[in-house]
């Protein structure tokens, strides 16, 4: 059983920036490929970032190209998000996610998840 908690999340306007943080325990890190997640009022629960186990692969949704950035750091038990150049459209619960088979954008492999921290950016 892997429990994952989020952090970092907060208020910030537009054009600023934020890191995301998940630590992971109860489980081998490393065996995961990681994921993160957005979810606004109202609005499905979307894809935004995933990195393989090792960090050599990563994927994006397109509207967070360029702006936002995954990594893990496998020796603590952490992956990242770094999001730069944020717009209102951003603001969302994130959450982290694992799978430990696939590497993924559709959340229904992923098994398990964080509660999701808050990011609000202001126009």
């Known amino acids: 059983q892997v429990q994952l908690v989020e952090s970092g999340g907060g208020l910030v306007q537009a054009g600023g920036s934020l890191r995301l943080s998940c630590a992971a325990s109860?489980?081998?890190?490393?065996?995961?490929?990681m994921g993160w997640f957005r979810q606004a009022p109202g609005k499905e629960r979307e894809f935004v970032a995933a990195?393989?186990?090792?960090?050599?692969?990563?994927y994006y949704v397109d509207s967070v190209k360029g702006r936002f950035t995954i990594s893990r750091d496998n020796a603590k038990n952490t992956v990242y998000l770094q999001m730069n150049s944020l717009k209102p459209e951003d603001t969302a619960v994130y959450y982290c996610?694992?799978?430990?088979?696939?590497?993924?954008?559709?959340?229904?492999?992923?098994?398990?998840w964080g509660q999701g921290t808050q990011v609000t950016v202001s126009s």
């Open positions: 996610a694992a799978d430990r088979d696939r590497l993924t954008t559709f959340k229904i492999s992923y098994e398990y």
């Open positions: 109860g489980g081998i890190f490393s065996s995961y490929a």
């Open positions: 990195i393989s186990w090792r960090g050599g692969r990563t």
